[in-house]
Structures are given as C-alpha cells and as structure tokens.
C-alpha cells in the first residue's frame, strides 16, 4: 500500500509502524549515474505488534545527491514468495 512521506513517518513516530528488523539479507546492488542512485537488494524485515508481516521482501530505494548529500527520494518494497530467488 502506498504511503506518503508525512503517512510513513506519522506511523513511524506513533509507534503504528516499529521495525524490529529491517537488514540486507542478500547483496545490495547500486546502479549509480551522475547525482541518482538505484538500491536494489532484498531484505529481512520483521514489524507490526503481533509480527505477522515479517518476511523477506525485494526492496528497491531511489536515491539523489542534494547540496553534496544523499538523499532517499523513493522506495518500493514488495514481500517475497518463499519460494523466489534473488
């Protein structure tokens, strides 16, 4: 489900969205081109009160250089079958 920017990080200060894990559980690959980025990686993530929706999922971040910072400009997070490969 899609969440902007002031929805995401609302749940996280709520506490509504409180990571337990959120780790690289294959090699992140990065496609780099002058001031963007792309993340590419799939990650171990554990969450939610009962923890239902922990899980491996194909993660995929947009990043841009900003006044000589790096800047996370979007990300995509899909849950992945337990029978897929990286």
Excluded at 22 to 51: H, Q
Excluded at 72 to 80: C, E, N
Aim: hydrophobic share 35%; charged share 30%; proline share 6%.
């Amino acid at each position: 489900m899609p969440h902007s920017k002031e929805k995401y990080l609302s749940a996280v200060a709520s506490g509504n969205l409180d990571y337990a894990v959120f780790e690289a559980a294959s090699p992140v690959r990065v496609r780099l081109r002058g001031d963007t980025a792309i993340l590419r990686y799939t990650a171990r993530i554990g969450f939610g009160p009962d923890r239902s929706q922990d899980g491996l999922y194909w993660h995929t971040d947009y990043w841009e250089c900003r006044d000589d910072r790096w800047q996370a400009v979007w990300s995509q997070a899909t849950r992945r079958p337990p029978e897929a490969r990286d």
